[in-house]
């Protein structure tokens, strides 16, 4: 390699800055790093849960141009099409890059193609424009449930969504939306998902949690329901269940948002990569940390820790260690907002190999496995939704530096005192 490497980092998502912005805090100037994205700003996508119920995207936007150029950063405004993995180089719409490494953080995207009518008649929460629609039904609830007109809403997960929580959030919230405007009483709230248990990736403590919640908020769930088509007025599952609805909200199935002809993938384009670094197997110099890559579940926490690993990986080569001093180890964190209270849950999870049932909790770290619920969680959200957007604002990465560590110091002292 180079005196300075070159790094190519094909994403601006939570991986891709996380990868750039721990490279410079470690390396400073010993690398060259640049940043292609096809698009000028960064979403704090997992706070769009709240545009349903009036938040302004553009507060969830932080435009890339600063923290870059403070950092020292290339950003090339383009989109990644492919790789020339011989040549070394990163094919884009507008050119090609040639790099030393190269980080594949283009995230997933939706395809809800996939289930025949999804795309027609339901509504889906992924992007920012989905969720102003979803606004204008939320509006369509509240007069229906306040005029005492009953009305279903159907909530929907089909097979291969990598990630449900976010529309667990939504379900919740919805329901104490509802109650706090007076109209809750006549509409009926159903949930069918396709998975074995409830937020099925994070075990049976968060099942038991979400199974309490609809039972105290009535709302009717269903599990295991494979759904096979959507109708104007109906939905239809395998098991020849049939789900009559008036509102439609669904989380699609997962796809690659980039397909990498010539590099090595699972059959939705998720690139295959080594468990510890996030390496593509069998192809030097290319990583592939956060959603891009084939860890089971698509999720930011744990995007940021494989961006970590990636980028340690990345230094030891660059110092010329024999090993990196951080490995990916997939401990999930996460907080489900509800309006009312939310749910913490630190999760410690293992690749099964199993396709209906891709992780699990890691046996032996039941000690580490912790669920709460109250209140004061909302207090836990709203300081993750401020650290992280003033950090990404500076150029700084996520898991580094005394902010991190005093929020890190404050998370665990909320988690051994309001979860277990």
């Known amino acids: 390699m180079a005196?300075?490497?070159?790094?190519?980092?094909?994403?601006?998502?939570?991986?891709?800055?996380?990868?750039?912005?721990?490279?410079?805090?470690?390396?400073?100037?010993d690398v060259d790093i640049t940043i292609v994205s096809d698009s000028d700003h960064f979403l704090f996508r997992p706070n769009t849960i709240y545009i349903p119920f009036g938040l302004d995207p553009a507060e969830l936007e932080i435009p890339l141009d600063q923290p870059t150029r403070r950092q020292q950063i290339t950003l090339v405004q383009d989109r990644a099409v492919g790789v020339d993995h011989v040549g070394h180089a990163l094919e884009m719409e507008r050119g090609r890059l040639h790099y030393d490494k190269l980080v594949i953080a283009t995230g997933a995207g939706m395809r809800p193609e996939e289930v025949p009518g999804l795309a027609d008649y339901g509504m889906t929460i992924w992007t920012p424009e989905a969720m102003l629609e979803l606004r204008q039904a939320v509006g369509r609830i509240v007069e229906r449930g306040k005029a005492g007109t009953p009305?279903?809403?159907?909530?929907?997960?089909?097979?291969?969504?990598?990630?449900?929580?976010?529309?667990?959030?939504?379900?919740?919230?919805?329901?104490?939306?509802?109650?706090?405007?007076?109209?809750?009483s006549p509409i009926h709230i159903v949930w069918a998902t396709s998975e074995h248990n409830y937020i099925q990736a994070f075990g049976p403590k968060i099942h038991d949690v979400v199974t309490k919640e609809f039972a105290e908020r009535g709302i009717e769930g269903h599990l295991e329901h494979n759904v096979t088509e959507v109708t104007a007025q109906q939905v239809r599952f395998e098991n020849g269940t049939v789900i009559d609805y008036d509102e439609l909200?669904?989380?699609?199935?997962?796809?690659?948002?980039?397909?990498?002809?010539?590099?090595?993938?699972?059959?939705?384009?998720?690139?295959?990569?080594?468990p510890d670094t996030r390496a593509v197997e069998g192809v030097a110099d290319v990583y592939a940390p956060g959603d891009a890559g084939d860890f089971p579940v698509k999720q930011a926490f744990l995007a940021f820790l494989?961006?970590?690993?990636?980028?340690?990986?990345?230094?030891?080569?660059?110092r010329g260690k024999e090993h990196p001093r951080v490995t990916f180890d997939p401990v999930s964190m996460c907080v489900m907002e509800q309006f009312d209270k939310a749910t913490f849950a630190q999760v410690p999870l293992r690749v099964t190999g199993v396709p209906d049932r891709p992780v699990e909790v890691r046996p032996g770290a039941e000690d580490d496995y912790k669920v709460g619920v109250a209140p004061i969680w909302r207090l836990g959200k709203k300081m993750l939704g401020v650290y992280l957007p003033m950090r990404f604002r500076a150029g700084e990465p996520f898991h580094a530096g005394a902010a991190w560590q005093m929020m890190d110091v404050g998370l665990k002292a909320m988690s051994g005192v309001l979860a277990d």
Request: hydrophobic letters at 40%; proline letters at 7%.
């Open 306 to 318: 494989q961006a970590d690993a990636t980028a340690e990986a990345i230094v030891a080569e660059v």
């Open 151 to 184: 009305t279903t809403v159907l909530f929907l997960v089909p097979p291969n969504n990598k990630c449900s929580g976010p529309l667990y959030e939504i379900v919740f919230m919805l329901e104490t939306h509802l109650r706090r405007n007076g109209a809750r």
């Open 3 to 29: 005196t300075n490497p070159r790094v190519v980092i094909a994403g601006g998502g939570f991986a891709g800055l996380e990868t750039a912005f721990l490279l410079h805090h470690r390396l400073h100037g």
């Open 249 to 274: 909200i669904s989380f699609p199935p997962y796809i690659a948002a980039v397909q990498y002809e010539g590099l090595p993938s699972d059959d939705r384009g998720f690139l295959t990569t080594d």
